[in-house]
């Protein structure tokens, strides 16, 4: 089964001209999922192509804005593209107060239903689930209370005595805005593709605990322990313009390393 990863932004709070907040696109099963949505994902959407009619589901990490504002600028154009298939949004429940009244004001002749699930961040537990596809929360270590996602894939298989079992194939973990953590590696073990923020340099690393944020060899660290596949990292800092500095201090540590930039494609 084929997999795909898209970037749609890959920078931290402060926007620069080359990079937007946090973004992507999860697509397993011939399923589009949303994960995360900083201002500037529509545009980067929009230059893509993206078909926002197999689009179903987004999954919002926390609620700083660099992964949230972008959210009612794309349910209001969805609204004006007349779509009237429902979106389902996954996360805690303050988005739901917030963003509300927003729809109600500027969305409130859209033909279609938002409705929200209510996610609780400091839990692991299974949040959406198909006949091919499940997610679950992956509880992480930041500012505002916060969660990454685990991806899933399974197929089932019949045997010839008429009974079947479900194998997973593809797993795919997204860790956004989180210090450093060693409590998700037993659960992200052995993932084919791990994405982790790399906001800071080691030579930040004091910032970096501040802010309870990672670095580019903190981001190494875990996918070394949990003997992941790949590594992409991201969420970068402004303050840094070489985003190759990242590689070069995460590569010693896991080799096998990324780094994710708008348009970006990853096969998962």
Do not use: W
Request: with cysteine; net charge negative; glycine share 6%.
């Amino acid at each position: 089964m084929s997999g795909k990863l898209t970037i749609l932004g890959c920078g931290s709070a402060k926007p620069t001209k080359n990079t937007s907040p946090s973004g992507q696109l999860v697509e397993l099963s011939d399923k589009t999922f949303l994960v995360d949505c900083g201002e500037g994902v529509v545009l980067t959407m929009q230059k893509l192509g993206t078909h926002t009619s197999r689009l179903y589901n987004i999954f919002i990490s926390h609620l700083h804005g660099d992964h949230c504002f972008g959210l009612i600028g794309l349910l209001t154009t969805l609204g004006m593209l007349k779509r009237t298939q429902p979106m389902h949004i996954y996360a805690q429940p303050d988005l739901e107060k917030l963003l509300q009244p927003l729809l109600d004001y500027h969305a409130n002749d859209r033909q279609y239903d938002i409705i929200f699930h209510h996610i609780n961040p400091r839990k692991h537990e299974v949040i959406y689930e198909d006949r091919t596809v499940s997610v679950e929360t992956l509880p992480l270590k930041h500012g505002v209370p916060t969660c990454g996602f685990l991806f899933k894939e399974t197929h089932r298989i019949k045997y010839e005595d008429g009974t079947f079992e479900h194998v997973t194939s593809k797993r795919y973990a997204y860790c956004s805005d989180t210090m450093y953590s060693e409590k998700i590696v037993p659960i992200i073990e052995g993932v084919e593709t791990l994405y982790h923020e790399a906001t800071f340099l080691e030579s930040m690393a004091a910032r970096s605990k501040e802010v309870k944020h990672s670095t580019a060899a903190d981001a190494a660290k875990i996918a070394s322990q949990a003997k992941v596949g790949k590594l992409i990292l991201g969420h970068y800092s402004a303050r840094v313009e070489d985003h190759s500095l990242f590689l070069e201090e995460a590569k010693p540590i896991f080799e096998n390393t990324f780094l994710a930039e708008e348009n970006n494609v990853f096969d998962l």
